[in-house]
């Protein structure tokens, strides 16, 4: 968990587009994380994110009292993914997982909205490895999802690692 806040004076003195003023800037976030080692060659992991960060920038504009100029708004993003890590046999291990993310903004002086921009995603991954002698490894995975603004994504992955010394490895993919 973790809180920061600011206040910081900006803008310039007598500059009706830019009048001084003070900016408060604070962010904070809650993570928490739980693991379990269910035997040696399997484990389970949650991880959730909680943050926001609100910016308060407003002045009044001078030369028309009426009108405040506000530069402000609020971001916030949650965030929740589960993993699963099995070995399948000599030299065969599997991670695979889930997650889901959504993120919003409230900025009305950027969005000319009175409600937030939300945007939520979610996505599933896997990795098959495969240590099919001492010194290489084949490691194959899929990453897919879904974003409420551009729509479903796929990125799949194919590497071969070879190990000539303890040291160094070369990969290709």
């Known amino acids: 968990a973790g809180l920061i806040q600011s206040d910081a004076d900006d803008g310039v003195a007598g500059n009706a587009n830019n009048p001084l003023r ?5 962010d904070w976030y809650l993570h928490g994380r739980w693991q379990r080692q269910l035997s040696a060659d399997e484990a389970l992991k949650w991880s959730v994110t909680l943050e ?6 407003a002045a009044v504009f ?3 009292p009426a009108i405040t100029l506000d530069f402000g708004g609020r971001g916030r993003r949650f965030n929740l993914e589960g993993q699963h890590q099995v070995g399948l046999g000599e030299g065969l291990r599997l991670v695979w997982g889930a997650g889901y993310k959504q993120d919003e903004a409230l900025s009305q002086p950027l969005y000319a909205l009175s ?3 939300v945007a939520r995603e979610w996505r599933l991954f896997g990795n098959l490895e495969w240590r099919f002698s001492p010194q290489w490894l084949l490691n194959a995975g899929l990453f897919v999802g879904n974003n409420s603004w551009v729509g479903g994504y796929t990125s799949p ?4 690692n070879f190990q000539p010394w303890p040291e160094h490895t ?3 993919g």
């Open 170 to 172: 070369l990969r290709a």
């Open 22 to 26: 003070t900016v408060r800037w604070r």
């Open 115 to 117: 409600t937030p921009v």
């Open 157 to 160: 992955r194919l590497m071969v």
């Open 52 to 57: 926001e960060e609100r910016i308060a920038d």
């Open 62 to 64: 001078t030369p028309l």
